[in-house]
Antibody
């Protein structure tokens, strides 16, 4: 069965960095685009970034552009999110999510991880 | 970028039918997907495309779309359907973004 397991969350000071990982299993990871989505405490879902199945294209929300970098290692079935220059407003649960469609850029997310909490605080 | 607008809260009597709506310009170009999220849990896809349900989603969930509005209908709402519901779609601005609605809290009375 499909599994997505995030890790790497924690408490970091403003201006600091953190790298999140999402370990995928149960499907051909290298054939599907992947997204990061976050949810601030008590708030709604916010799309963060997308990477194509082969890593050739990456897109970012305006709120994180220039600070966050999405990447993937298809040999390790792992998705990453490098977060730099963190701000208090980046505090959220971060989810990785798999695109439903083979090799497509899509907003249909058929599997989500359980999320990892990032807290930006001094 | 585009925005998707949802009513913050909706209620329905047990066993009755409820419709949750999502409005936005991007819905003129793309279908909405709908996600159910219960407290402390990750979202779950319930409707995608024109009106498709992933395996395991009860057939009381259905989707529709007209113009700039997408709707999620629950026919015969159950207590376990009480949750937050989010719509999303591709952004139609050509920037390859994804946009989410603000979410609707569904209460089953």
């Amino acid at each position: 069965q499909v599994q997505l397991v995030e890790s790497g969350g924690g408490v970091v000071q403003p201006g600091g960095s953190l790298r999140l990982s999402c370990a995928a299993s149960g499907f051909t990871f290298s054939s599907y685009g992947m997204h990061w989505v976050r949810q601030a405490p008590g708030k709604g879902l916010e799309w963060v970034a997308f990477i194509r199945y082969d890593g050739s294209n990456k897109y970012y929300a305006d709120s994180v552009k220039g600070r966050f970098t999405i990447s993937r290692d298809n040999s390790k079935n792992t998705l990453y999110l490098q977060m730099n220059s963190l701000r208090a407003e980046d505090t959220a649960v971060y989810y990785c999510a798999k695109v439903l469609w083979f090799r497509e850029l899509s907003a249909d997310f058929d599997y989500w991880g359980q999320g990892t909490l990032v807290t930006v605080s001094s | 970028s585009s925005e998707l607008t949802q009513d913050p809260a909706v209620s329905v009597a047990l066993g009755q039918t409820v419709r949750i709506t999502c409005q936005g310009d991007s819905l003129r170009s793309y279908y909405a997907s709908w996600y159910q999220q219960k407290p402390g849990q990750a979202p779950v896809l319930v409707i995608y495309g024109k009106n498709n349900r992933p395996s395991g989603i009860p057939d009381r969930f259905s989707g529709s779309s007209s113009g700039n509005t997408a709707s999620l209908t629950i026919t015969g709402a159950q207590a376990e359907d009480e949750a937050d519901y989010y719509c999303n779609s591709r952004d139609s601005s050509g920037n390859h973004y994804v946009v989410f609605g603000g979410g609707t809290k569904l209460t089953v009375l």
